[in-house]
């Protein structure tokens, strides 16, 4: 058994990874602000992690073997967290992203088209920390989430307080109404609804991961392995836009329609015109073992699926074919 404070997770596959780990005899502590309270049997500590004095004061006394951070996204959180946590964790894991990576938002090494993306093209240990950006303000933080990890992590790293490691998950999908970003529901509603998608003309691979399965990675990197530093965690199997149209459309018995538009313009969420898909080689080294993209998006999509469209779909799968329709109206009008 291990003691584990789980900052945030209150949702989705956070809400998840704190079930998992108490149903796997962890003592676990929850860091929020109150307002979802965690499953029964679950320590709950009540504090917004931007006040330096209110989390201090939340956790008293206590130590951790691992805190597991899934709410950090600005170097100033990550400041507050490593000074609270030194001296009273030995391992800190921080969920971090894929869109550290993203070359449209820092100036990253040149990786070739379509070569999976490791972990060292992003060095948290030597990565530039500015804290006197305007990390407060709403609006520049959204416009700045790829830094904001970037910068998070750098903090953690560079403090050598205490065994650092991040967690860079691809695109999370799955869960149906959990899956709180609506991505996935958006590319079912314009393919169900026959209205158009728009992406690149050349629209890149990106990489994805079920959000059970990043939940069991982080149950394992904070309780059953010791490496330090980032790791990408992504399914195999990467997909472009019409790639994954083509599974949502096949699953929905619909077509997707497609608008094109080129380089550098706005299209729908997992249209990329620029390469930044990660590679899990790293993880898979370590003794992770992840599953194939084909193996859950189906599910997935069918979780994320509104109920109405996915009767209506089953309605047209089992309907006879059209020339079984007309013979048995033919019928009908002749028996009459």
């Keep these: ?10 949702r989705y596959f ?8 108490h149903a796997a005899g962890h003592q676990v502590s929850v860091v929020n602000r109150g307002s979802i309270p965690p499953p029964a049997g679950v320590e709950h500590l009540v504090a917004d992690r931007d006040d330096e004095a209110a989390l201090t004061a939340a956790l008293g006394e206590r130590s951790f073997d691992v805190v597991v951070d899934q709410v950090c996204y600005t170097p100033i959180q990550a400041a507050i967290a490593a ?3 030194n001296g009273r964790a030995q391992r800190y894991v921080m969920t971090s992203t894929i869109e550290v990576y993203d070359p449209a938002t820092a100036a990253l090494p040149v990786v070739a088209a379509r070569t999976p993306i490791p972990e060292q093209t992003v ?3 030597a990565w530039r920390v500015q804290l006197d950006l305007p990390w407060h303000d709403t609006a520049y933080l959204e416009a700045h989430y790829a830094e904001g990890k970037r910068q998070a992590e750098a903090v953690f790293a560079q403090h050598r307080g205490f065994d650092f490691a991040s967690v860079r998950s691809a695109h999370v999908l799955g869960g149906g109404p959990q899956e709180f970003t609506g991505r996935l529901a958006h590319y079912i509603e314009h393919i169900t609804q026959g209205t158009q998608i728009t992406v690149h003309a050349q629209a890149l691979p990106t990489v994805f991961i079920h959000y059970r399965e990043l939940a069991d990675l982080l149950l394992w990197a904070a309780t059953a392995t010791d490496f330090t530093g980032p790791l990408n965690a992504c399914s195999d199997g990467p997909l472009d836009v019409r790639a994954l ?18 380089a550098g313009e ?5 249209s990329f015109d620029r390469h930044y898909a990660m590679s899990n080689a790293r993880a898979k080294e370590l003794g992770f073992h992840f599953s194939h993209t084909a193996r859950w998006l189906p599910e997935a999509v069918a979780e994320a699926t509104p109920a109405a469209v ?3 779909v089953v309605e047209t799968l089992n309907a006879p074919p059209a020339s079984a329709r007309t013979a048995a109206a033919n ?3 002749t028996a009459t």
Excluded: H
Excluded at 14 to 21: A, P
Excluded at 245 to 262: K, M, P
Excluded at 266 to 270: G, I, N, Q, T
């Design 245 to 262: 149209s083509a599974v949502i459309a096949a699953q929905t018995g619909t077509e997707a329609v497609f608008r094109s538009v080129g």
């Design 1 to 10: 058994m291990q003691r584990i404070c789980v900052i945030g997770g209150s």
């Design 310 to 312: 996915a009767e209506a």
């Design 266 to 270: 706005p299209a729908s969420p997992f």
């Design 14 to 21: 956070g809400k998840l990874l704190v079930q998992l780990l």
């Design 331 to 333: 019928a009908a009008t």
């Design 123 to 125: 060095d948290p240990g």
């Design 83 to 85: 000074r609270v946590f």
